[in-house]
């Protein structure tokens, strides 16, 4: 079976072909934890969770925001990068929360505009984000509409929080591509009151995936916007030209996805 679908919310087109191999990549075996080290100043905390500053940060608080004149694009790596750590092994319920606090704290200065977040969770791997603070807005997702008609629709749902939802990408970049966001309003994320039951949520999909898939790495990243999402995808193999070409090839329709993870 083979179709072509655009995603409402992202624009994104890819190649559904259910011939299509999709192995998960070797798992890394971390020897040691840097995370689990004292490591430093700690910029803030909220229960288990910590802040600390990123040892090697690609951005940092000399400069001014203004691009420089020019035929080409550039500008002073002015921003903030930081660790956001939970608890080794998972478990992260304050690490959201602590995010969007670092993020209202950062806001205030008046340079830095557009926040990502992201992690690659791995199987028995320490639990942390990378909080980025850019000089420039980034464009905001408006998944809303879509939410909910999927929500009256169902097929792809993977798991129903009380607040929040776990839906399988219409048009995924990556086989089992999740989103995980709230399942009412449009709020932001530092506006969000789901921070817990996202992190909750978060740990359950991931221990889905990583039964289903064997336990790839899977990269999560925060898409802000009208409501905010985590956005979930497990590395898998891509042997194709076609995705580097900006149209991934995906093996792995996401009804079928849905269905197995829900089992
Ligand atoms: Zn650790």
């Not at 079976?1 to 995603?7: G, N």
């Not at 011939?19 to 100043?41: H, I, K, N």
């Not at 690490?95 to 008046?110: I, K, N, P, T």
Request: some cysteine; aromatic content about 6%; hydrophobic content about 45%.
């Amino acid at each position: 079976m083979r179709e072509i679908r655009t995603c409402p919310v992202t624009g994104t087109t890819v190649v559904l072909n259910d011939g299509w191999p999709e192995r998960p990549l070797p798992a890394v075996e971390a020897t040691s934890c840097w995370a689990c080290g004292d490591r430093g100043p700690v910029i803030a905390t909220r229960g288990e969770a910590r802040a600390v500053p990123h040892p090697v940060p690609a951005l940092g608080v000399e400069g001014t925001a203004a691009p420089v004149p020019g035929l080409a694009v550039k500008r002073d790596a002015v921003g903030a990068h930081e660790l956001i750590l939970g608890p080794h092994g998972g478990g992260q319920a304050d690490v959201l929360r602590l995010a969007a606090e670092r993020m209202v704290d950062l806001r205030r200065d008046s340079r830095l505009r557009g926040f990502a977040l992201a992690q690659a969770v791995t199987p028995a791997g320490h639990d942390g984000w990378q909080l980025f603070a850019f000089p420039f807005d980034l464009p905001p997702s408006a998944p809303a509409r879509w939410r909910d008609a999927e929500l009256a629709q169902g097929a792809r749902v993977v798991q129903l929080g009380e607040s929040v939802v776990a839906l399988a990408a219409w048009a995924p970049r990556a086989a089992f591509e999740t989103w995980i966001l709230p399942r009412q309003g449009a709020a932001h994320f530092v506006a969000s009151n789901v921070h817990e039951e996202s992190s909750a949520l978060l740990h359950d999909v991931c221990s889905r995936l990583s039964r289903q898939l064997g336990g790839p790495a899977i990269d999560v990243t925060l898409e802000d916007g009208e409501p905010w999402r985590l956005v979930l995808r497990p590395r898998l193999q891509q042997p194709s030209l076609l995705p580097a070409l900006g149209y991934p090839i995906v093996g792995v329709f996401p009804e079928f996805a849905a269905r197995a993870l829900r089992a």
